[in-house]
């Protein structure tokens, strides 16, 4: 999920490049910097979520995203979506993680549990 967060918001970013030349008339160099290089670390970050690192730079990501606001006001409220979408998957992911690994706990212990399946009876 938090993947998905990431590449959608990597869109969003890099759409708001043109606007920052357009409407806020920032300079083409430092636009084409600060919004293409936010895209470009949102989509290799999504790309990188196997290590737990990933998700802390990825909070990082989200405040980059939020002070983008300071040019193109949108994305003061852009941030603040993404930001909880950001943080609703992270909550998600870790709890379907550790019900992930209680399930299968639970289920190596009933597999333990039954032993070997009897053949023949003991009283003849």
Known sequence: MCAAVLALEGIVVALSTPVMIAVSDVPVGTALVVGLGVAAACLVLAGMLRTEAAYAV???????????????????FLGAVFALLWGTAYVLGRRIERERAAAYAAHDVREQGEGPPQTGSATG
């Open 58 to 76: 990825g909070w990082v990501v989200q405040l980059a995203a939020f002070g983008i606001g300071l040019v193109v006001p949108m994305m003061f």
